[in-house]
């Protein structure tokens, strides 16, 4: 993967330096859903552009492998902005998670006619979401009958098509 600093622009340099744990730490839920919204319009307009020049690409040499490698800065810019969706996509999701969990104690204090104390300090992930349970597992038994259950609605399906 190539990041050199000729392929993109010095927004985009800028943005994509927001999207660095150090800076994302920083923004509140506001911002991180602003520079989501940027990041992914960014994102989508590289892999449109480098989707459009395959395209083109191939028409010109006849194959798909032979214009493979001419591609590869545009392929690199997606995959540069993919990346950087994804961190900003994480810090988003924890903030969310956060904020909610922050709504939840709230609400639950109102209801219980205390004062509210937000919880002091950075919290974790962890202790911002529930430990979760693995589902109950599905007998044989179940699942022959969830089968069944699926094909007699899909008979009867067929069955109402046909008239």
Same mark, same amino acid.
């Given at each position: 993967?190539?990041?050199?600093?000729?392929?993109?622009?010095?927004?985009?340099?800028?943005?994509?330096?927001?999207?660095?744990?150090?800076?994302?730490?920083?923004?509140?839920?506001?911002?991180?859903?602003?520079?989501?919204? $940027?990041?992914?319009? *960014? =994102?989508?307009?590289?892999?449109?552009?480098? !989707?459009?020049?395959? #395209?083109? &690409?191939? +028409?010109?040499?006849?194959?798909?492998?032979?214009?493979?490698?001419?591609?590869?800065?545009?392929?690199?810019?997606?995959?540069?902005?993919?990346?950087?969706?994804?961190?900003?996509?994480?810090?988003?999701?924890?903030?969310?998670?956060?904020?909610?969990?922050?709504?939840?104690?709230? $609400?639950?204090?109102? *209801? =219980?006619?205390?004062?509210?104390?937000?919880? !002091?300090?950075?919290? #974790?992930? &962890?202790? +911002?979401?529930?430990?979760?349970?693995?589902?109950?597992?599905?007998?044989?038994?179940?699942?022959?009958?969830?089968?069944?259950?699926?094909?007699?609605?899909?008979?009867?399906?067929?069955?109402?098509?046909?008239?």
């Amino acid at each position: 993967m190539v990041s050199t600093s000729k392929s993109k622009s010095d927004a985009e340099l800028v943005m994509l330096q927001e999207t660095q744990p150090k800076a994302l730490a920083e923004l509140s839920e506001d911002d991180l859903l602003d520079l989501h919204k $940027r990041v992914r319009r *960014a =994102r989508n307009k590289h892999v449109g552009k480098y !989707r459009r020049q395959a #395209t083109a &690409r191939v +028409a010109e040499s006849g194959a798909r492998g032979a214009s493979h490698q001419r591609n590869q800065r545009a392929r690199d810019r997606a995959e540069v902005f993919e990346v950087a969706l994804a961190r900003v996509s994480s810090a988003l999701a924890t903030a969310a998670r956060r904020s909610a969990a922050e709504l939840k104690a709230e $609400r639950l204090a109102a *209801a =219980r006619g205390e004062p509210f104390v937000p919880p !002091r300090g950075p919290r #974790t992930e &962890r202790q +911002a979401t529930p430990p979760r349970k693995r589902p109950p597992k599905k007998s044989s038994g179940r699942l022959k009958k969830d089968a069944s259950s699926i094909s007699q609605g899909a008979r009867r399906q067929a069955k109402r098509d046909s008239r």
